[in-house]
């Protein structure tokens, strides 16, 4: 069984399910969605990120590092990636917190032992633990279930976020511990879903069909992007709702296009090219909502 990384532990999360959660997010990702707002999630391996605009130059960084791994050119720092190993003697040495290294590793217990500090918001509120991503369905999938079977033994609400895109081995291994399933549906146009998220869609509409006649509850979550899923005639929405109609689901998540994450690519040093996206206006989010409502599902705006 292979630890997976974990890049963030959120507490009181509201938009993973049900009531107050726990939401752990693990490091990797089949997908390489334009518009993504984790984009630190996107490898399985460890990430440094450096924030140039917290930067002093001091150097000290640099003088430290025991691998000379970071490098100042043209006054900017780098990190020449293939020296680092991520010792973290850079972070003790930078005084503003201009680094992080993103990808932790715990093992099931710890990571159980975080869950249970807030079972009293679970309690009160009916919620629970949320494990997510990057893609948490294509991490060690014994480890991903002896979390969930930990928390259902201790009657903590569980439930999986998760693009679909892994074997339905996967999901079959876990469906005994896991309460919910936050499902996401990009587009039924496989071109344009090959275009945005550099992968085939086939294996996410079949598992999800599978997944659907299993005795589980699925809610489906869905980006919502002008020029991508959404468009003055609906085309993409009616073909989303044509998809899930003969499905055993009702509960719907619209989830508006945001950019909160462009800052982490200059952390990254990379480039966003989601900058001509936009969220759809109030009153297409309404008439969006209305498609879905009058086909008899459940419909919320929002996680």
């Keep these: ?128 633990v949320t494990l997510s991503g990057g893609e948490v369905m294509t991490s060690d999938i014994f480890f991903i279930k002896q979390i969930l079977k930990s928390c259902k033994d201790k009657g903590i609400h569980t439930a999986i976020d998760t693009c679909g895109f892994t074997s339905f081995e996967n999901f079959k291994e876990i469906l005994p511990y896991t309460d919910l399933f936050l499902y996401d549906i990009k587009l039924i146009d496989n071109e344009k879903h090959l275009l945005v998220t550099d992968v085939d869609n086939k294996l996410i509409l079949d598992n999800l069909e599978k997944l659907s006649k299993e005795d589980v509850s699925i809610t489906i979550r869905i980006p919502l992007i002008e020029g991508v899923n959404v468009d003055k005639d609906n085309i993409e929405i009616e073909k989303i709702i044509h998809f899930l109609l003969p499905l055993n689901i009702k509960n719907i998540n619209l989830l508006p296009y945001h950019d909160i994450g462009v800052y982490k690519y200059k952390k990254l040093n990379k480039e966003y090219y989601g900058t001509e996206f936009k969220a759809p206006s109030e009153e297409k989010l309404k008439e969006i909502s209305s498609l879905f409502e009058n086909n008899h599902f459940i419909t919320k705006i929002g996680g």
């Design 1 to 128: 069984m292979n630890n997976p990384l974990v890049i963030n532990i959120q507490k009181c999360s509201i938009h993973d399910g049900p009531g107050i959660r726990t939401t752990i997010f693990f490091k990797g990702c089949p997908l390489k969605c334009t518009w993504c707002h984790n984009p630190e999630s996107q490898k399985y391996t460890k990430e440094v990120l450096y924030n140039p605009e917290k930067c002093t130059q001091c150097n000290s960084c640099m003088n430290n590092c025991p691998n000379h791994a970071i490098y100042k050119e043209n006054n900017r720092i780098y990190l020449h990636k293939e020296k680092c190993e991520f010792c973290e003697t850079c972070l003790d040495y930078c005084l503003n917190n201009a680094r992080e290294i993103a990808g932790k590793t715990y093992t099931v217990n710890q990571l159980v032992h975080e869950i249970e500090k807030d079972m009293i918001f679970y309690e009160e509120s009916n919620g629970g």
